[in-house]
C-alpha cells in the first residue's frame, strides 16, 4: 500500500521568504511524485513531476529514495502563492490504473 | 488548453435519492477517474476505469456507486441511495496514457441534507 504523509496542515510565511512544505511517502515500489495545487475555488493543477525536474514558477522538487521525501521549495515565496498544495503519489498495478495517492495538503499563506 | 468539464458545480439532494454526477474528460484521453475530498480532508480515489470498464476502486465505492460511459464522451458518476456522509467534493480527472499527468474537471460540490 502507498500512503503520503504532508506533516504540516498550514505554513505561513512573508513574501520574499523561502519556503518548504514537506511531502514523505511510502511505497514499496518505484514511486512517481507529483505536486498539485488548488487556488481558492479553482480546480487541483499540476505544479510538478519528478521524472520531469522542471521549475514551474520558480518552484522546484527533489525526489530523494533515501529520505522517501519529495519536499517543495521555493526561494522567494510571493503573495500569488498562497494556494493549498498536495503531494501525490502514483503507483501502476495491473497495467490499466496509475491511481494517485494524495497527502492531506499544505495550506500556504504568503503575508505581504 | 483542452479542460475537464463537471457539471453541475453544485447539486443539493435529499439523503435516499439518486444523483448523477457528470464528466466530460478530454476527447483523446484513455483512462478516466474519479475522487472526492470531503471538507477538510485530503483527496482520495474512487475508482478508475479504462477500455470500458472498472480497472480498480475502492473500499469507498461501494455497490452504492457507479459509473458509466455512456456514449463515448460523458463519464458519469451515479450514487444510487444518497447519505449524508456522501456529502464532498467530486473531482473527475482523465490522462492520455500513464506517462502524462492528470487534467482535473473543477468539481462538483455534492451536498446531501
Known amino acids: 500500500a502507498q500512503r503520503v504523509t504532508q506533516p504540516e496542515k498550514l505554513l505561513s510565511v512573508f513574501k520574499g521568504a523561502p519556503v518548504e512544505l514537506k511531502c514523505n511517502y511510502s511505497?514499496?515500489?518505484?514511486?512517481?511524485l507529483f505536486w498539485y495545487v488548488q487556488y481558492s475555488r479553482q480546480r487541483l493543477q499540476l505544479l510538478l513531476r519528478?521524472?520531469s525536474r522542471e521549475s514551474i514558477k520558480g518552484f522546484t522538487a527533489d525526489l530523494n529514495k533515501g529520505e522517501t521525501s519529495f519536499h517543495l521549495k521555493k526561494p522567494f515565496a510571493q503573495e500569488e502563492d498562497s494556494a493549498m498544495y498536495y503531494c501525490?503519489?502514483?503507483?501502476?498495478?495491473?497495467?490499466?490504473?496509475?491511481?494517485?495517492?494524495f497527502g492531506k495538503g499544505t495550506l500556504l499563506t504568503v503575508n505581504p | 488548453e483542452p479542460e475537464v468539464t463537471q457539471t453541475p458545480s453544485h447539486q443539493v439532494t435529499q439523503m435516499g435519492q439518486e444523483v448523477i454526477l457528470r464528466c466530460v474528460p478530454i476527447?483523446?484521453?484513455?483512462?478516466f477517474y474519479w475522487y472526492r475530498q470531503i471538507l477538510g480532508q485530503k483527496v482520495e480515489f474512487l475508482v478508475s476505469?479504462?477500455?470500458?470498464?472498472?480497472?480498480?476502486k475502492s473500499e469507498i465505492f461501494d455497490d452504492q456507486f457507479s459509473v458509466e460511459r455512456p456514449d463515448g464522451s460523458n463519464f458519469t458518476l451515479k450514487i444510487r441511495s444518497t447519505k449524508l456522509e456522501d456529502s464532498a467534493m467530486y473531482f473527475c480527472?482523465?490522462?492520455?496514457?500513464?506517462?502524462?499527468?492528470?487534467?482535473f474537471g473543477s468539481g462538483t460540490r455534492l451536498t446531501v441534507v
Open positions: 476505469f479504462y477500455n470500458n470498464e472498472i480497472s480498480e
Open positions: 501525490a503519489l502514483r503507483a501502476v498495478s495491473g497495467g490499466s490504473n496509475y491511481k494517485l495517492t
Open positions: 511505497y514499496s515500489g518505484s514511486p512517481e
Open positions: 480527472a482523465s490522462i492520455l496514457a500513464g506517462a502524462y499527468g492528470y487534467t
Open positions: 519528478h521524472i
Open positions: 476527447s483523446n484521453h484513455l483512462y
